[in-house]
């Protein structure tokens, strides 16, 4: 059976959930049919013709982008608009388009639009520059059920994929309450004394995780093995508690001079258009990192106490003000600081697909992007 565009979403947000994107961004599927074949997945960071080009080279191509092509929201899909005319382009030739962008910044798995520049400076104690709690990947079910049922449910749900935490499948949480009831007409309570008569139940609450992905099957179990014809039931977003948020901080191996990590990055990233501004002998030490533009982060690197700033795209007055308070900058421009990832996102993707079965090549596009000469 062939790979589908489906199959390879489901890899990609498990790999980088959409709910840990910004409440912004616009992540996942953006052009094509979920169940399109898919024989190669075209790893980019942008979306333009000349990438669509690339993707036609191979009927059946999947590309997957750090920007993504639909950003904000069209009033028409017509040539008029830049994403309008690539959004036609892919449909045109069934490329499938998806994004991965907040989603990829975030990541903690060394793929991250960050990861490149701490790697090149060998920053040590790294810690996200901005945290915050994330909705993930799983839920709680709670429901409500008579103590001789919960055997019988609990088995229904597990089946069905709830209750598997880690290495531990079955995995429940009970504590006993009293339920009451008044049956109305055309009911068929389990238990009481009949219709219009206040009642009570011994219940167990029974709370199980699970995957976001299995709460159609999940709750199907529950409702064809619970005993009553009413069933009460919660389902609950947990929190993520990992440590994750938008860019890094940490410190290098030495202080250092401002002009000589600024010669590293251009070398090693490789960031051909660097600039920075502070004064070039000053020794440098604490370093905060955003991939990208980051110039609506400049107050969180200020806060963290760095000495000086990496990241792309910062405006002139923005930089005239940092300086004055104390911070140096580095832009090694926007283009640069993200492209840098792609080979690392590229392997994790495929490393990914390959664990659940997917045997579609996953190569990195060689059509360049960088608008600026």
């Known amino acids: 059976m062939p790979d589908t565009v489906a199959a390879w979403l489901e890899v990609l947000h498990d790999r980088y959930p959409p709910s840990h994107a910004a409440s912004w961004d616009n992540v996942g599927l953006q052009v094509g049919d979920p169940g399109w074949p898919v024989a190669r997945l075209l790893v980019t960071l942008d979306v333009t013709a000349a990438v669509l080009d690339e993707a036609a080279e191979v009927p059946d191509t999947m590309v997957v982008a750090h920007h993504p092509l639909l950003f904000r929201p069209l009033a028409r899909l017509t040539p008029d608009s830049a994403s309008g005319r ?78 598997r935490i880690g290495d531990y499948e079955r995995c429940s949480f009970r504590v006993e309450g009293t339920g009451t009831f008044r049956p109305l007409p055309g009911t068929d309570p389990y238990s009481g004394s009949g219709i219009g008569q206040d009642a009570e139940e011994r219940e167990l609450r029974l709370e199980v995780e699970l995957p976001r992905g299995r709460v159609g099957a999940v709750t199907a179990a529950l409702l064809a093995a619970h005993p009553y014809d009413e069933v009460a039931y919660d389902l609950m977003p947990l929190v993520d508690g990992a440590e994750r948020g938008f860019g890094r901080v940490g410190r290098l191996p030495a ?114 992007t960088v608008p600026w000469r």
């Open 86 to 163: 690539l959004a036609l382009q892919a449909a045109t030739h069934r490329i499938a388009v998806a994004a991965a962008h907040t989603n990829l910044d975030v990541t903690a798995d060394g793929a991250g639009t960050n990861d490149p520049v701490v790697a090149v400076l060998g920053l040590s104690e790294v810690r996200p520059l901005t945290t915050e709690l994330t909705e993930g990947r799983r839920l709680k079910l709670v429901t409500f059920v008579p103590s001789e049922a919960v055997g019988p449910v609990l088995d229904a749900v597990s089946a069905a994929g709830a209750g």
């Open 255 to 368: 202080p250092t001079p401002l002009a000589t990590v600024a010669e590293r990055l251009r070398e090693g990233l490789p960031a051909p258009h660097l600039r920075f501004a502070g004064d070039p002998d000053r020794e440098v030490d604490r370093v905060a990192v955003v991939g990208g533009a980051g110039d609506s982060l400049i107050d969180a690197a200020q806060a963290s106490g760095a000495d000086v700033y990496v990241t792309g795209d910062l405006r002139h007055h923005v930089t005239l003000d940092a300086v004055a308070l104390g911070l140096a900058l580095i832009d090694a421009g926007h283009h640069a600081t993200e492209v840098a990832a792609m080979p690392a996102f590229r392997e994790r993707l495929e490393a990914a697909g390959r664990a659940v079965g997917l045997d579609s090549p996953v190569v990195a596009s060689t059509t360049p």
